[in-house]
């Protein structure tokens, strides 16, 4: 059984009930530890363990912290990634340095173990340490709001060698399912509007859910629009 098929099996088991609330916002959300302890049992049952790091980048003048969510299988080591960014505000009244890096982590991972296990989340649902839930209009594709996600999920093989499954339609599944990730974990970070995302996405010459290059372009589209506040 493919890492892929065990993601799978995860993805459409897993229940996550939002059982937080955000006074500030006043919704309901989940929270990066309810996913974990949630995800556990599950990845377990089939095998698989899941990892989570940090690594800090420096974009222009500003820092983001970059959390990988990876499902690994125990047996074969072949794995799946997905990484989320979240930027560090320059300062944050009552946080001191660590804290502020720390809130950052936290906000990251929560939004790359989301495009891992496929979680969606309405748009009007941030991080609970975050106050921006009380805005009440939504950015547009074109803006951000300070704090970006990106994915990129790749499929590891072992070294070994051990091949996990060929072909045009497994090459096809896996680009489509690192697309639709790219694309909620936009959604999820900025806040924007569904509907708003696919038209964007019909512009762009190329981009297209059918082939693998046209999925590549969509990864890529969603990056750039990250990478440059957008």
Not at 123 to 134: F, I, L, R
Not at 146 to 161: C, H, R
Not at 181 to 207: E, F, H, M
């Amino acid at each position: 059984m493919s890492i892929w098929s065990k993601l799978a099996a995860i993805q459409t088991a897993l229940k996550v009930p939002k059982d937080q609330y955000n006074k500030y916002g006043d919704y309901n959300y989940r929270s990066g530890e309810g996913i974990l302890e949630a995800v556990k049992p599950l990845a377990a049952a089939q095998g698989t363990l899941v990892l989570l790091t940090d690594a800090l980048e420096q974009i222009g003048n500003r820092y983001y912290i970059r959390a990988t969510a990876s499902l690994v299988d125990i047996e074969t080591g072949e794995q799946v990634s997905v990484n989320a960014w979240a930027r560090e505000q320059e300062e944050r009244k009552g946080y001191d340095a660590s804290q502020i890096t720390g809130s950052s982590s936290s906000y990251a991972r929560k939004y790359a173990l989301s495009a891992l296990f496929a979680i969606g989340d309405s748009s009007n649902d941030p991080d609970a340490t975050n106050t921006h839930g009380q805005a009440p209009n939504k950015p547009s594709v074109g803006r951000g709001r300070g704090q970006a996600a990106n994915n990129q999920a790749t499929a590891k093989k072992p070294a070994e060698g051990r091949q996990s499954g060929s072909g045009t339609d497994v090459a096809l599944k896996a680009a489509q399912q690192q697309a639709k990730a790219a694309r909620q974990a936009y959604i999820n970070a900025t806040g924007a509007d569904p509907a708003s995302v696919d038209a964007a996405l019909k512009t762009v010459k190329g981009a297209t859910w059918h082939t693998v290059e046209g999925c590549k372009i969509i990864i890529d589209t969603i990056a750039y629009w990250q990478q440059n506040g957008k």
